[in-house]
């Protein structure tokens, strides 16, 4: 079953169509998202190299900061994936889907190592939904690409999405956070 979202003019006509299993009709998206996140990226390596004395300082902010740019990197190479033309719904669902698992273990690997000891659970919590929110709907929207069902394509915005925001939240941590 296709999944549409249809938009219509003021008099009711259709403007446009976008479907959640055909790339083509995504690519204004993924290059947006290919240019923010590089953008995001360098400007999180800048932070780290600014601040890098303090962040190694602490424990756990190392690892945050890795796991930062993880994230973004993750956007870049969806976006990147999902630019590549001519390939079929499953061939990118695969593709998107691979990269989310290694991201996904990454990341859960590193979210644990990010916390002071002794931290609380709530921070453990905190920390695990934030990165949650760009992994697991990247593996939710390749899984569902390849399937042709559930929701495909924007399950893989809401990571783009969930992946920026994570990644900009923990950006903030490691750029001005750290100096208080």
Excluded: H, K
């Amino acid at each position: 079953m296709l999944y549409q979202l249809s938009y219509a003019g003021a008099n009711g006509s259709l403007i446009a169509t976008l479907t959640a299993y055909d790339p083509s009709e995504w690519t204004d998206l993924f290059v947006a998202a290919a240019g923010a996140s590089a953008a995001l990226a360098g400007l999180v390596f800048v932070a780290v190299s600014i601040n890098i004395e303090r962040i190694l300082r602490y424990q756990g902010l190392p690892e945050r900061a890795l796991e930062t740019v993880l994230l973004l990197l993750s956007v870049l190479v969806v976006s990147i994936l999902g630019l590549i033309p001519g390939q079929s719904r499953v061939a990118l669902g695969a593709e998107l889907l691979g990269e989310a698992v290694l991201i996904s273990a990454a990341v859960a690997v590193l979210v644990p190592m990010s916390l002071p000891t002794p931290f609380r659970r709530s921070w453990l919590v905190g920390r695990a939904i934030l990165a949650g929110l760009g992994t697991v709907p990247l593996l939710v929207g390749g899984a569902t690409l390849i399937a042709g069902a559930g929701g495909g394509l924007y399950w893989t915005a809401a990571g783009i999405l969930g992946a920026t925001l994570a990644g900009v939240a923990n950006a903030w941590v490691l750029l001005v956070e750290i100096l208080r």
